[in-house]
């Protein structure tokens, strides 16, 4: 088992900045994917970004790219995803999940998952 914690998010106005941590415990493993998806009210889950978990590959949804960075940190055991330029269109709940495909651009293709943290941005 895996266990996910997310923690960073907020309400924030258009154009500024927040980063969301995840840290991983549990049976983690350097074979497992970290990815970040969200959630609008009404929508569905959407994959925003991953990352390999023991390399340096990364893969961003077209509608974050630029603007979204995701980057860990192996000896914390946490992934990070510094959202910059942040626009009303990004508000969702966002969530942190653990794969073992690279790139998984849906739900199905992750194993574990954390409970999300709130992201507000406001006019």
């Known amino acids: 088992q895996v266990q996910l914690v997310e923690s960073g998010g907020g309400l924030v106005q258009a154009g500024e900045s927040l980063r969301l941590s995840c840290v991983a415990s549990?049976?983690?493993?350097?074979?497992?994917?970290m990815a970040w998806f969200r959630q609008a009210p009404g929508k569905e889950r959407e994959f925003v970004a991953a990352i390999k978990w023991s390399g340096d590959s990364t893969y961003t949804a077209d509608s974050v790219k630029g603007r979204f960075t995701i980057s860990r940190d192996n000896a914390e055991n946490t992934v990070f995803l510094q959202m910059n330029s942040l626009k009303l269109g990004d508000t969702a709940v966002y969530y942190c999940?653990?794969?073992?495909?690279?790139?998984?651009?849906?739900?199905?293709?992750?194993?574990?998952w954390g409970q999300g943290t709130q992201v507000t941005v406001s006019s």
């Open positions: 549990g049976r983690t493993s350097s074979r497992y994917i």
């Open positions: 999940a653990a794969g073992v495909f690279f790139v998984g651009l849906t739900t199905d293709k992750y194993d574990y």
